[in-house]
């Protein structure tokens, strides 16, 4: 040996040497790439980062609806004859009632529901214990509120889900569009350019979370895009197949169907039978919920949702007649593959599967997806600033918008907590309102720390109102753990306000 620190040369095939891995990506279709990503980016920023955010903290809609009534029974499993009692008891709040949702206790939710109108038509949704006696009327302002927001910004919810859908549709565009205006995307995953000019820093950043999150960004972002496009997709199901009835094309989601009989029974159906019964022909199977239609009438009966621990699927369906016959299944898990893709789509979306960790690695993905958002749109000004076009007041309104939400979900929760009937929608909306107008004056970093600061103290004082509001009736322990979570986000929050932290970032 002599020493050289030089490597052989690799023997290559005949044709091969000096080819690059990857094929060379033309500069013109490069160009169109980055074009289009911008463009789509900026055309749908403000929505893409509403709904990301609201998702992100829609992963624990569940938990919020304990914590905001952490006094309500916790029940990991109830009898039928249980279930059977809380839903005569509601049913006889209004024997007229069109139909009753009867939720039973699973992991996420150890509670026992009924949810129906009462005799003057109002909606309602009461607690039961362990024996179905109801104990309590469920108040989750918030949490309704936080739900809604996410799923059709409290919009009609044809209009709303749409939007939504459409959000989507554009957020995977771009992403597919932001990785093909990259040919190094994937080369240079782990490549930070520190020290040196701050656009670029936050450049790389954007893309290194882009391509470390890219598998789920991709599921979320399509998956939301087909459930907030469902009446389009029905839509055009029913045109391409049933020459326009939406009711034959809704028909294929609902299994076997019972005629309409409004003639009063010889006696109301029975819950407790039908649990028993299923519970016999499906004994890996576990019941999450009952929904009763037409209850007390001869044409009555009952949709029961089936899950099975360890599959990821919303859960197959069972109709079951007022006698208590099984009718047959809708499909969900039993029917055809894109019946069972399906039933995949809501569980994949919102990380509702797999426990606390599977719903934790949501939200900090989500809140990497919301920063990758944010981070574009201050790019595209960072960029136009550095050739001479600055935009300062867009550069405020924009920073001030990102943090508003924060300010506007805690200040909201707060009032939510010390009001009967918080108005939660406005309170939500003049939060973002205020939160924004601080783009008026200052500048993007003043404006960045001074709403952060106000969002931790506006975070910890929801945790610390809320422990002082149901300390001595804490049934429920994910009170607890909501409000120290809080806390530590208060916290964080607080610290990259801190010196050390602005300095690091400047």
């Known amino acids: 040996m002599d020493g050289s620190t030089t490597a052989p040369a690799k023997p290559t095939r005949p044709g091969t040497a000096g080819k690059p891995i990857w094929p060379k990506v033309p500069a013109e279709f490069v160009r169109a790439m980055l074009a289009g990503h911008s463009a789509l980016g900026l055309a749908f920023a403000a929505l893409i980062y509403l709904v990301c955010f609201s998702g992100s903290i829609a992963v624990f809609t569940y938990e919020y609806?304990?914590?905001?009534?952490?006094?309500?029974?916790?029940?990991?499993?109830?009898?039928?004859?249980?279930?059977d009692t809380a839903f005569r008891a509601v049913l006889a709040k209004n024997p007229k009632a069109h139909d009753l949702f009867v939720r039973l206790p699973e992991p996420s939710h150890p509670r026992l529901t009924v949810h129906g109108d009462d005799a003057k038509g109002g909606e309602h949704t009461w607690i039961a214990d362990a024996s179905g006696k109801l104990v309590a009327d469920e108040k989750q302002p918030w949490t309704e509120f936080q739900a809604e927001l996410h799923t059709v910004l409290h919009l009609p919810r044809a209009w709303g889900g749409f939007i939504?859908?459409?959000?989507?549709?554009a957020l995977l565009s771009s992403l597919v569009s932001g990785v093909l205006s990259h040919p190094r995307v994937f080369k240079d995953a782990f490549a930070f350019r520190w020290g040196g000019s701050k656009r670029l820093q936050e450049a790389d950043l954007h893309n290194r979370i882009s391509v470390w999150g890219l598998p789920f960004h991709l599921?979320?972002?399509?998956?939301?895009?087909?459930?907030?496009?469902?009446?389009?997709?029905?839509?055009?199901?029913?045109?391409?197949?049933?020459?326009?009835?939406?009711?034959?094309?809704?028909?294929?989601?609902?299994?076997?169907?019972?005629?309409?009989?409004?003639?009063?029974?010889a006696k109301v159906v029975d819950v407790a039978a039908i649990l028993t019964t299923l519970q016999a022909r499906y004994p890996n199977a576990?019941?999450?919920?009952?929904?009763?239609?037409?209850?007390?009438?001869?044409?009555?009966?009952?949709?029961?949702?089936?899950?099975?621990q360890?599959?990821?699927?919303?859960?197959?369906?069972?109709?079951?007649?007022?006698?208590?016959?099984?009718?047959?299944?809708?499909?969900?898990?039993?029917?055809?593959?894109?019946?069972?893709?399906?039933?995949?789509?809501?569980?994949l979306h919102f990380g509702w599967f797999g426990g606390?960790?599977?719903?934790?690695?949501?939200?900090?993905?989500?809140?990497?997806?919301?920063?990758?958002?944010?981070s574009g749109v201050a790019i595209w000004l960072a960029r136009r600033r550095d050739k001479g076009r600055p935009a300062p007041r867009w550069e405020r309104v924009w920073i001030a918008f990102v943090w508003s939400q924060p300010v506007a979900y805690a200040f909201s929760a707060l009032v939510s907590l010390l009001s009967p009937t918080p108005?939660?929608?406005?309170?939500?909306?003049?939060?973002?309102?205020?939160?924004?107008?601080?783009?008026?004056?200052?500048?993007?970093?003043?404006?960045?720390?001074?709403?952060?600061?106000?969002?931790?103290?506006?975070?910890a004082l929801v945790a610390v109102t809320h422990a002082g509001f149901h300390a001595g009736q804490m049934a429920d322990p994910i009170g607890?753990?909501?409000?120290?979570?809080?806390?530590a986000t208060a916290m964080i929050l607080a610290a990259s306000t801190l010196k050390t932290f602005r300095r690091a970032e400047a």
């Open 310 to 347: 360890g599959r990821l699927s919303r859960g197959e369906t069972v109709v079951v007649d007022g006698a208590g016959k099984i009718l047959g299944e809708v499909g969900y898990e039993s029917g055809s593959v894109g019946m069972r893709v399906l039933s995949t789509m809501t569980p």
């Open 286 to 308: 576990r019941p999450n919920y009952l929904f009763i239609e037409h209850p007390g009438e001869t044409g009555q009966h009952a949709s029961v949702n089936l899950v099975t």
């Open 219 to 265: 599921v979320v972002s399509l998956t939301g895009a087909f459930l907030g496009l469902t009446v389009i997709i029905v839509g055009v199901l029913a045109v391409a197949t049933f020459k326009g009835d939406t009711s034959k094309a809704y028909a294929l989601f609902r299994g076997p169907t019972v005629k309409d009989d409004p003639r009063p029974a």
């Open 480 to 487: 607890w753990i909501v409000d120290a979570a809080l806390l």
């Open 356 to 374: 606390w960790p599977v719903k934790v690695a949501y939200l900090l993905l989500g809140l990497g997806l919301t920063a990758v958002t944010s």
């Open 423 to 459: 108005p939660v929608v406005a309170v939500w909306g003049l939060a973002t309102l205020a939160a924004c107008a601080s783009a008026v004056v200052g500048t993007p970093a003043g404006i960045s720390l001074a709403l952060r600061r106000i969002s931790a103290g506006l975070i």
């Open 65 to 83: 609806g304990r914590w905001e009534q952490p006094s309500g029974p916790v029940l990991h499993e109830v009898t039928p004859q249980a279930a």
């Open 164 to 169: 939504v859908g459409l959000t989507g549709v």
